[in-house]
T-cell receptor, first 115, second 116 residues
Framework: AQKVTQAQTEISVVEKEDVTLDCVYETRDTTYYLFWYKQPPSGELVFLIRRNSFDEQNEISGRYSWNFQKSTSSFNFTITASQVVDSAVYFCALSEPYGNNRLAFGKGNQVVVIP | ETGVTQSPTHLIKTRGQQVTLRCSSQSGHNTVSWYQQALGQGPQFIFQYYREEENGRGNFPPRFSGLQFPNYSSELNVNALELDDSALYLC???????????????FGEGSRLTVL
């Protein structure tokens, strides 16, 4: 069975600080996809990234960066120089193999950025 | 804006009633998935529809059922509502070709169901 663990439930940071969200996953599959989504108070899940299990390169997109380490089954997410608009719940998710987008989500990290 | 639209946005039902939630997928997408998100939890996969047929189901009882229409829109039906069915129901769409989803999964804003 697939499982995603996001241990930190709520994280508060002062604006301009960096914040790192940890994601640890469990799967027996050798092929899978990992995702991060942002959920603002409106409820919609906003797609941030999808990563193939064969691609272990780290990725940076603006103030966002991701560190994928297959050896430790982790896919951590860092927001650099946080802003108030980053306040949201962030979910890490794992899909079944063959890219069919049936996701197993973690419980999420509530990020509060204090001005 | 993702293009996935859901209706209604909020509704209140009583135990034992039935509810239908609707979802229009993003233009060009042919696969629809439904998720249930209880308060303070991550979304849980209910089922997925592709080519108007159920194509995978999570750990939900048969009283949760769905449909996909030729225009790829979808409905989620829940019969005999229970208090624990109170949640945000999220619809997501994606594009599948040759049996594999090609990329991102786009979510709508959800339908918040309260069961009294």
């Amino acid at each position: 069975a697939q499982k995603v663990t996001q241990a930190q439930t709520e994280i508060s940071v002062v604006e301009k600080e960096d914040v790192t969200l940890d994601c640890v996953y469990e799967t027996r599959d050798t092929t899978y996809y990992l995702f991060w989504y942002k959920q603002p108070p409106s409820g919609e899940l906003v797609f941030l990234i999808r990563r193939n299990s064969f691609d272990e390169q780290n990725e940076i997109s603006g103030r966002y960066s991701w560190n994928f380490q297959k050896s430790t089954s982790s896919f951590n997410f860092t927001i650099t120089a946080s802003q108030v608009v980053d306040s949201a719940v962030y979910f890490c998710a794992l899909s079944e193999p063959y890219g069919n987008n049936r996701l197993a989500f973690g419980k999420g990290n509530q990020v509060v950025v204090i001005p | 804006e993702t293009g996935v639209t859901q209706s209604p946005t909020h509704l209140i039902k009583t135990r034992g009633q039935q509810v239908t939630l609707r979802c229009s997928s993003q233009s060009g997408h042919n696969t629809v998935s439904w998720y249930q998100q209880a308060l303070g939890q991550g979304p849980q996969f209910i089922f997925q529809y592709y080519r108007e047929e159920e194509n995978g189901r999570g750990n939900f009882p048969p009283r949760f059922s769905g449909l996909q229409f030729p225009n790829y829109s979808s409905e989620l039906n829940v019969n005999a509502l229970e208090l624990d069915d109170s949640a945000l129901y999220l619809c997501a769409s994606s594009f599948r070709v040759s049996g594999a989803d090609t990329g991102e999964l786009f979510f709508g804003e959800g339908s918040r169901l309260t069961v009294l």
